[in-house]
């Protein structure tokens, strides 16, 4: 148990449908991340959030949406997906700090694009 | 400019037996390195961590990395695998500069009976 939470922990989800990843952490971090991981590729950083504010967007397409109400939560909107979107999401948090902390990741939310 | 090559993209050995997964990194500055696990289906566990203090370094489950500037290396190593140690492993690098950090591309263990 790292502190970090993710729900669900799998979902199958429509192409035209609509749904939302959640996150939620009680570590005092006020760092959070999403990040993709699809089989056989390397871990992909999606979204960056220090103190609520987005500070990285690594070129994401917009059918996915973060939203961060507070430092403790963040969620991942979903709509429109295609089933190249079908991987696990990661959501991590950590201290801010530049450098020397480490980030905590939740268990991840498997999901499938049919 | 940073990078990190785990310079193996799959590792087996067998019970008993030790275990080294090879990291090799690149950058500008004094770096963190990170080792992550990654069992099927979960999140990322951090195994441990080099922080400019001790080059060797000691983590959960009888793993360590030893931080070689000379190699720009943080191989991870143990002396005897266990079957719970099957699991992808991460090398994870990151500068003081900023909040940017690199993962490879991952090394996945498999552990024979």
């Known amino acids: 148990e790292t502190g970090v939470t993710q729900t669900p922990r799998h979902l199958v989800m429509g192409m035209t449908n609509k749904k939302s990843l959640k996150c939620e952490q009680h570590?005092?971090?006020?760092?959070m991340y999403w990040y993709k991981q699809s089989a056989k590729k390397p871990l992909e950083l999606m979204f960056v959030?220090?103190?609520?504010?987005?500070?990285e967007n690594n070129s994401v397409p917009s059918r996915f949406s973060p939203e961060c109400p507070n430092s403790s939560h963040l969620f991942l909107h979903l709509h429109t997906l295609q089933p190249e979107d079908s991987a696990l999401y990661l959501c991590?948090?950590?201290?801010?700090?530049?450098?020397?902390?480490?980030?905590?990741f939740g268990q991840g939310t498997r999901l499938t694009v049919v | 400019a940073q990078s990190v090559t785990q310079l193996d993209s799959h590792v087996s050995v067998s019970e008993g037996t030790p275990v080294l997964l090879r990291c090799n990194y690149s950058?500008?500055?004094?770096?963190?390195l990170f080792w992550y696990v990654q069992h099927p289906n979960k999140g990322l566990q951090l195994l441990l961590k080099?922080?400019?203090?001790?080059?060797l370094v000691k983590g959960i489950n009888g793993f360590e990395a030893e931080f070689k500037k000379s190699e720009t290396s943080f191989h991870l190593t143990k002396p005897s695998a266990h079957m719970s140690d099957a699991a992808e492993y991460f090398c994870?690098?990151?500068?003081?500069?900023?909040?940017?950090?690199?993962f490879g591309a991952g090394t996945r263990l498999f552990v024979k009976a």
């Open positions: 991590a948090s950590s201290q801010p700090t530049a450098g020397r902390t480490e980030a905590f």
């Open positions: 959030y220090n103190f609520k504010e987005q500070t």
């Open positions: 950058s500008s500055y004094s770096p963190s």
């Open positions: 570590l005092g971090h006020n760092a």
């Open positions: 080099y922080t400019s203090a001790a080059t």
């Open positions: 994870v690098v990151k500068g003081t500069g900023g909040f940017k950090t690199i």
